[in-house]
């Protein structure tokens, strides 16, 4: 698909810290790299009374805290700069959109619009882009998670975004889908024909995600305590994980293809029910304790106030349909927990049968680490070396791709370059639609009412350990048992 490249972005929440952090860092990547189109803008937009020169200095200050002092070069940076220009605007109050129209001026059709905002403020967005003129079909449309807290509050924004942009127009934000070992998983389940015909119930023996921690709040309690883990995390992140690695393989890697293929593997997701998500869910929140060995607060503590939302989930999925019939789906996630790390493993079947005497077989593994490294690890089983006078000895060794090895040329990149690129050039393979945002929130939505069915609330764990100890045996009566 060639789409023609956005003239300018614009960004709301030009001030926030999703904007500092990731967004203009990204921004000034893909311009020193020379990807951004000729005379690109980028008009920045929030409450905040600042004016060009305002937005500029911050945007210099974030820059100057991402970006390696070796690639912010003066004449990079200040290249970069000229392309910034603000204009502040309270976006639920009505007229001050033509403002905004104002500064888009020619550039109005041709526009991709990023909301790095609460989702509460998208409506209002929506209407006042859509009075002035700038919601035109050459225009992209870029949302920020959450998408709503529920299936009912994610359809009325989708509702909403609706009247002003077609499907098409609207990108969704799920910034796993940026990462290269998110893409790499694609590549190696689709570009090799070695993995395809072991990809079933009948050789894998479990799956299992893992999004850990170590964090706490991190000055985000607000948002946080009304959302927990399950929405935070499980609805989004590990929901498109499991979907990329459960899917069938699409015919083509293109929008429409790989995201049928998507929401295909999410609808075959076993909704749960009160008895269901007592018996394969788990929840706690952290109290006090020892992460890394510096003492922290518990949740409660750290946030102010007594509450009942869940930092850790773990629960066991399944997807009713012939590939993964019977096959566990082992999703945890949690903060304050001993390590920060992010993983998918495939846990293959074992050998049927051992010809080694006493040696014991360890089934293969295939790994696929998001963090803190990205790579992907096959492990085997190998002879160890010697004489073999008391029987062969085996022990479990690990295939290893190291990603920054292999691709020690190419500099990594952070997951919303591409994101802000593909969106800027019209490339919707990695944003989520519709429907997998629904089927989404059909999954979450069906525990968090088996929980409340159920009077399940969260258990207490103490911050640096891996969780609840009933997580553990949720696992083991289910045939597995988490990898630490
Ligand atoms: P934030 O720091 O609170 O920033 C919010 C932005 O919205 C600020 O620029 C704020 O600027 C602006 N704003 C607030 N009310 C406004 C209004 N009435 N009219 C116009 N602008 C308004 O939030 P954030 O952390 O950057 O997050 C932005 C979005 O990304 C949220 O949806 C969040 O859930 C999502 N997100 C964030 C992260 C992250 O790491 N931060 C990660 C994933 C997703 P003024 O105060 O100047 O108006």
């Given at each position: 698909m060639h789409a023609a490249p956005s003239a300018a972005l614009?960004?709301?929440?030009?001030?926030?810290?999703?904007?500092?952090?990731?967004?203009l860092p990204s921004l000034f990547g893909l311009d020193a790299e020379g990807l951004l189109p000729e005379g690109f803008r980028i008009i920045g937009t929030?409450?905040?009374?600042?004016d060009d020169a305002g937005w500029r200095a911050l945007a210099a200050e974030a820059l100057g805290q991402a970006i390696d002092p070796a690639r912010l070069t003066s004449c990079a940076r200040d290249r970069f700069l000229a392309r910034l220009a603000y204009v502040p605007l309270d976006v639920t109050a009505p007229g001050g959109f033509d403002a905004l129209a104002a500064a888009a001026g020619a550039d109005a059709e041709r526009l991709a619009i990023f909301l790095s905002t609460a989702p509460s403020l998208f409506a209002p967005t929506v209407e006042g882009l859509a009075r002035a003129?700038?919601?035109?079909?050459?225009?992209?449309?870029?949302?920020?998670?959450?998408?709503?807290?529920d299936l009912a509050s994610s359809r009325a924004?989708?509702?909403?975004?609706?009247?002003?942009?077609?499907?098409?127009?609207?990108?969704?934000?799920?910034?796993?889908?940026?990462?290269?070992?998110?893409?790499?998983?694609?590549?190696l389940r689709f570009g090799n024909a070695l993995f395809e015909p072991l990809w079933s119930a009948a050789h894998i023996e479990h799956v299992q995600i893992t999004v850990a921690e170590t964090v706490g709040l991190e000055g985000r309690g607000d948002y946080y305590d009304g959302a927990g883990a399950l929405r935070d995390m499980v609805q989004n992140h590990m929901l498109q994980l499991l979907a990329l690695v459960a899917m069938e393989p699409p015919a083509m890697f293109e929008p429409g293809a790989v995201r049928d293929e998507k929401v295909k593997a999410l609808r075959a997701?076993?909704?749960?029910?009160?008895?269901?998500?007592?018996?394969?869910?788990?929840?706690?929140?952290?109290a006090a304790g020892a992460v890394g060995g510096a003492p922290v607060p518990g949740y409660g503590e750290e946030l102010g106030r007594p509450s009942d939302t869940e930092t850790f989930v773990a629960l066991i999925a399944h997807l009713d349909n012939w590939r993964w019939r019977g096959v566990p789906f082992l999703m945890r996630t949690g903060k304050r927990l001993p390590e920060r790390r992010t993983e998918i493993a495939i846990r293959f079947r074992p050998a049927p049968h051992s010809i080694f005497a006493g040696a014991a077989l360890q089934p293969n593994q295939l790994i696929i680490a998001l963090q803190p490294q990205e790579n992907i690890r096959l492990t085997l089983m190998a002879k160890q070396p010697g004489l073999d006078r008391g029987g062969v000895k085996l022990r479990e060794v690990p295939l290893d791709v190291g990603l920054a090895n292999a691709f020690a040329d190419t500099r990594r990149r952070i997951a919303y370059e591409r994101l802000l690129l593909d969106l800027i050039e019209g490339r919707p393979t990695l944003f989520v639609r519709r429907d997998e945002v629904e089927a989404q929130w059909s999954f979450v939505d069906s525990l968090r009412a088996g929980w409340a069915a159920a009077g399940m609330t969260p258990r207490r764990y103490i911050a640096g350990s891996w969780g609840p100890s009933a997580a553990i045996a949720l696992a083991e009566r289910n045939g597995a048992s988490w990898r630490e």
């Open positions: 614009i960004l709301f929440g030009a001030t926030g810290d999703l904007a500092r952090r990731m967004l929030a409450r905040s009374a600042l003129g700038l919601a035109g079909s050459g225009v992209r449309l870029a949302l920020e998670k959450p998408l709503g807290h924004i989708n509702d909403t975004v609706a009247t002003a942009f077609t499907e098409a127009q609207t990108f969704r934000i799920d910034h796993y889908l940026g990462k290269e070992t998110v893409q790499n998983l694609i590549a997701l076993r909704p749960f029910t009160a008895e269901t998500a007592a018996a394969f869910s788990v929840t706690g929140q952290y």
